[in-house]
C-alpha cells in the first residue's frame, strides 16, 4: 500500500467517526478536527472508567450528559478503534441438581403481569471463575425493578447460600402475603430449609419447567451484566477481595446509578421511587 493509498484510507476514518463529509476534512483546519475526535474520545473513557458502562449503547446514552449528540455506530467505531470493548470470556458450568426428590411446584408467573415492586422476587446461580479455585454467586431481584434485593457469593454451591441471600431479601423489603419466590428446581431452591423459610413469611413458591432458561430470564441478564462489568474486568486478589468489590457494585452502583433500558433508563432505585411518587404509596 502506498502512503497516498494509507492516507486516503485515514482520511476515510476519521470523517466517519465524527461524522463529516470528506470535502470538510480538506476546508477546516485539521486540527479542529482532532480536537473534536479527541474530545469525543477523552469522554467516552472517562464514562467507561468512572462509571463501570461498557457497552457501546449505554456509552452513547451517557454521552448526551456531556452534549454530545453522536450515534451509536460511530460511538462503537471509536470504541472498536480504541481497543474499549470488553471481551467476554465465556464458560458455562451447570449449578443446578435436578436429582432430588424433595418436593416441586409450579410455575406461578408464566403468564403474570408484573406491575409492582414486590409481586415477583427471582433468584438463580451462577459460576464465578477465580484465579485460584471458583466461587458461586446467589442474587435475588425484585422482577420490576430489576433491583438486588438479596445476595450471597461463597465458594460452596449449597443451600446455605440461598438461604443467606433470601434472609437479606427478607429484610430488606416489607413481606407481604402476594409475594412470589420464583427459581429454578434445583436442589438449593427445594430444600425444606428453604422453601420452610419463604412459606413462614408468606411467600408463594413457584418454580420454572426442568432446562427451561427463559423463565428466569431478568436473573440471567443481571449476571451477563455483572460478568461484564465488573467480574471480567478485574483480576481478584482473593475470594474476600472479591466479595467486598461484587457487594460494591451492587449496593454502591447497580442499584443506585446504573441506567437500565427496560426501566426506562433509570436507576433501580429510582425506577422504584417513581412509581411511589406516581402513585402516592409510601414506600414500604
Same mark, same amino acid.
Not at 113 to 135: C, E, F, H, K
Not at 150 to 163: A, F, P, R, W
Given at each position: ?80 478503534? #480504541? ?15 435436578? #436429582? ?22 427471582? !433468584? ?96 440471567? !441478564? ?42 426506562? #433508563? ?19
Amino acid at each position: 500500500m502506498t502512503t497516498e493509498q494509507y492516507d486516503n484510507i485515514s482520511q476515510q476514518r476519521v470523517c466517519k467517526m465524527i461524522d463529516i463529509p470528506r470535502s470538510t476534512y480538506y476546508y477546516t483546519p485539521i486540527t479542529n478536527i482532532k480536537v473534536k475526535y479527541e474530545k469525543l474520545l477523552n469522554t467516552i473513557e472517562y464514562i467507561i472508567f468512572n462509571t463501570r458502562i461498557y457497552g457501546y449503547r449505554r456509552v452513547t446514552e451517557e454521552l448526551r450528559k456531556y452534549g454530545f449528540r453522536d450515534n451509536r455506530k460511530r460511538v462503537l467505531i471509536i470504541m472498536r478503534e #480504541n481497543k474499549l470493548i470488553v471481551k467476554k470470556k465465556r464458560r458455562y458450568v451447570n449449578t443446578t441438581n435436578y #436429582n432430588h426428590s424433595l418436593s416441586l411446584y409450579p410455575n406461578l408467573i408464566k403468564y403474570k403481569s408484573i406491575t409492582a415492586p414486590n409481586q415477583v422476587w427471582a !433468584s438463580d446461580i451462577t459460576y464465578i471463575p477465580l484465579s485460584q479455585g471458583a466461587a458461586y454467586f446467589c442474587v435475588i431481584l425484585d422482577v420490576f425493578s430489576r433491583k438486588v434485593i438479596g445476595y450471597c457469593l461463597s465458594k460452596s454451591i449449597d443451600t446455605n447460600m440461598t438461604i443467606i441471600a433470601l434472609r437479606k431479601a427478607l429484610s430488606t423489603r416489607k413481606i407481604t402475603k402476594d409475594i412470589i419466590h420464583h427459581s429454578d428446581r434445583g436442589i438449593q431452591y427445594a430444600s425444606n430449609a428453604y422453601t420452610d423459610l419463604l412459606k413462614k413469611n408468606n411467600i408463594a413458591i413457584s418454580m420454572s419447567a426442568k432446562g427451561n432458561p427463559y423463565d428466569n430470564a431478568m436473573v440471567e !441478564s443481571f449476571f451477563k451484566t455483572l460478568k461484564q462489568e465488573e467480574i471480567y474486568v478485574n483480576e481478584y486478589k482473593s475470594f474476600d477481595d472479591e466479595k467486598i468489590k461484587i457487594y460494591n457494585y451492587i449496593d454502591n452502583y447497580y442499584n443506585i446509578v446504573r441506567l437500565h433500558s427496560s426501566i426506562n #433508563n433509570k436507576p433501580p432505585e429510582i425506577f422504584e421511587k417513581n412509581y411511589y411518587e406516581t402513585f402516592n404509596i409510601s414506600k414500604p
